[in-house]
């Protein structure tokens, strides 16, 4: 393992990822650890993981997660898939959606890679009586137990930063919409005003270790969650990474000033 320059560019990381390489925080990790180091992360967070939210986005993430399922705007008959879906809130949301608009049952797939997140979300699911039209996958995004063409929305958030490669996972999104299929990915990005970005940078990496530990009895989970949001790459260059994936009409929105961008593409 080697410690890098967190402020190393995004073309030094890449070259990183390509000697077998992958960035966990701010660590490079042999590609084939950060899966399973991912997985402890998120199996330490799990209980915690809602409540966390909360306190550290000071309830704002309820927000961006809104925003994301109106620029979905899922519709009675389609079929939604929606990955990284950890304790189901997009999920729960697009699923709400679909049934006040059509009062049609929504058929929405929820696949994480971690069964103690789908747990938390299975039980959570069962206390709002969300019980039809949800189901639970256990699935790595870079290898989707789905078929080609098989959803007509393809949703990630909070859940692209976490892969090993991102690429794959972006071309696996690819091969499982529908042609006239949509992507969106909500992911913590880059700050476009410089004092702001300085301010959010000081407190994202004091106060996600401090609620970890206070919290979730974990500061080291909720470091690398700072230190992987840190490493994601910017707008335009996860744009330009959708179209190299075969996206097309990629484009991409900022929320609380850069802070979470959501992107978006179709399958055409
Ligand atoms: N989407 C949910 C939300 O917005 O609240 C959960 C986001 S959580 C920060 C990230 C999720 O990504 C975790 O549930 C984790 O298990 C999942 N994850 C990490 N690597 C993954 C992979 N390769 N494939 C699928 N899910 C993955």
């Not at 389609?78 to 006040?100: N, P, Q, S, Y």
Request: hydrophobic share 40%.
């Amino acid at each position: 393992m080697s410690e890098p320059d967190p402020s190393a560019s995004a073309a030094d990381r890449e070259a990183r990822t390509d000697d077998g390489l992958a960035s966990f925080g701010y660590r490079d990790v042999p590609r084939a650890e950060k899966a399973g180091l991912v997985r402890e992360v998120f199996e330490s967070v799990a209980p915690r993981y809602d409540l966390m939210n909360d306190l550290m986005s000071g309830g704002v993430h309820r927000l961006w997660k809104n925003a994301l399922v109106d620029v979905v705007n899922p519709r009675a008959g389609e079929r939604l898939l929606d990955v990284a879906g950890g304790t189901g809130d997009i999920a729960f949301r697009l699923a709400r959606r679909v049934e006040e608009k059509g009062r049609a049952r929504a058929d929405v797939t929820v696949c994480d890679i971690n069964p103690a997140m789908l747990r938390v979300g299975r039980d959570r699911a069962i206390d709002r009586g969300l019980l039809q039209g949800l189901t639970w996958a256990a699935g790595d995004a870079e290898n989707l137990p789905f078929p080609d063409r098989a959803f007509d929305a393809y949703t990630i958030a909070f859940g692209l930063r976490n892969v090993t490669d991102i690429d794959q996972a972006l071309r696996e999104a690819w091969r499982v919409l529908k042609p006239g299929g949509r992507y969106y990915c909500l992911e913590f990005s880059k700050v476009t005003s410089a004092p702001v970005g300085r301010l959010y940078d000081a407190y994202s990496e004091r106060a996600l270790p401090f609620f970890g530990r206070i919290v979730a009895h974990d500061a080291e989970s909720y470091r690398y969650l700072h230190e992987s949001i840190r490493r994601f790459p910017p707008q335009r260059e996860l744009a330009a990474r959708l179209r190299r994936a075969g996206f097309a009409q990629v484009a991409w929105r900022n929320m609380t000033l850069g802070v979470v961008a959501l992107h978006s593409g179709w399958r055409i």
